[in-house]
T-cell receptor, first 114, second 116 residues
Framework: GENVEQHPSTLSVQEGDSAVIKCTYS??????FPWYKQELGKRPQLIID?????GEKKDQRIAVTLNKTAKHFSLHITETQPEDSAVYFC?????????????FGTGTRLTIIP | EAGVAQSPRYKIIEKRQSVAFWCNPI?????LYWYQQILGQGPKLLIQ????????DSQLPKDRFSAERLKGVDSTLKIQPAKLEDSAVYLC??????????????FGPGTRLTVT
């Protein structure tokens, strides 16, 4: 089955600086890569996702890049703010009709230092 | 729209006892998932339903865990008997196909289970 590795496990950055979280996946058939943000004691929430036919996607301060050849994808957060502090999970999935099984990484605890 | 609902939010039981969790997905979402999230780890899929049929239960410990989705709407997850290692947050999620392709999973608030 799919295996997703995520690094680093913890990350501290000064407010205003950029943060990068990296994930690798094992199954070359995976075609959908979402990123979830989970604040303390709350539910995971989708913040951005990318499909395998796209190399990069941006949404305001957040961007995701995908390298299918190397089987890795990354989350980039620019101009970080205190409210970006949370645990971030990457995930990979082979999306086909009737099957959207997500395999999650182990998470990155991001701390923004004011 | 209303989100995914789960109850109870917290549960403390002794090992070897039984426990059940309930989930009500977002209206119209055909696919429902149960995840186990152990502290410090990412969610791990236990079982996936589409309508009232099981799509994937390969990671469900079937000797002690069971789940059902009656009438393709609400779902219950049961553990009997519980072990200490079952202490975790149990997340329910539901999904709907998007116009631009793919599916987005919406998570409920979770049930935090502590087994003592």
């Amino acid at each position: 089955g799919e295996n997703v590795e995520q690094h680093p496990s913890t990350l501290s950055v000064q407010e205003g600086d950029s943060a990068v979280i990296k994930c690798t996946y094992s199954d070359s058939a995976s075609n959908y890569f979402p990123w979830y943000k989970q604040e303390l004691g709350k539910r995971p929430q989708l913040i951005i996702d990318i499909r395998s036919n796209v190399g990069e996607k941006k949404d305001q301060r957040i961007a995701v890049t995908l390298n299918k050849t190397a089987k890795h994808f990354s989350l980039h957060i620019t101009e970080t703010q205190p409210e970006d502090s949370a645990v971030y999970f990457c995930a990979a999935s082979i999306q086909s009709f009737g099957n959207e099984k997500l395999t999650f990484g182990t998470g990155t605890r991001l701390t923004i230092i004011p | 729209e209303a989100g995914v609902a789960q109850s109870p939010r917290y549960k403390i039981i002794e090992k070897r006892q039984s426990v059940a969790f309930w989930c009500n997905p977002i209206s119209g979402h055909a696919t429902l998932y149960w995840y186990q999230q152990i502290l410090g780890q990412g969610p791990k899929l236990l079982i996936q339903f589409k309508n009232n049929g099981v799509v994937d239960d390969s990671q469900l410990p079937k000797d002690r865990f069971s789940a059902e989705r009656l009438k393709g709407v609400d779902s219950t997850l049961k553990i009997q008997p519980a072990k200490l290692e079952d202490s975790a947050v149990y997340l329910c999620a539901s999904s709907l196909p998007r116009d631009r392709g793919g599916y987005e999973q919406y998570f409920g608030p979770g049930t935090r289970l502590t087994v003592t």
